[in-house]
């Protein structure tokens, strides 16, 4: 499974939610070995100012059960910005 997930916020929150982020992701890869988090960027601001990042997770088979969830509640506990947008990519065969 690859999940992207992306989401825009105002560039001066920059710090916290990338420090927020790597916590995520760091508890993420303790409680599902093999899982690649990586974290991208869009070049610039877009015209209101807002930043688009993407979080990128690989390496877990579609049927992990409850990565999605554990994604979602730590997404919240960390007052992660909103609204984000998931979309699931599978390896062609």
């Known amino acids: 499974m ?3 997930v992306y989401f825009k916020f105002i560039v001066a929150d920059h ?6 982020i790597r916590e995520m992701h760091d508890q993420l890869s303790l409680e599902f070995p093999g899982l690649f988090c990586d ?3 869009r070049p ?3 015209q209101e100012g807002r930043e688009t990042w993407m979080e990128v997770y690989r390496g877990l088979p579609t049927n992990t059960p409850g990565f999605n969830e554990r994604l979602l509640e730590l997404v919240l506990s960390k007052e992660l910005p ?4 998931n979309e699931v990519f599978i390896p062609m065969e």
């Open 2 to 4: 690859n999940l992207y």
């Open 44 to 46: 610039l601001p877009d």
């Open 82 to 85: 909103q609204p984000r947008r």
């Open 39 to 41: 974290l991208l960027k």
């Open 15 to 20: 710090p916290q939610v990338l420090k927020r």
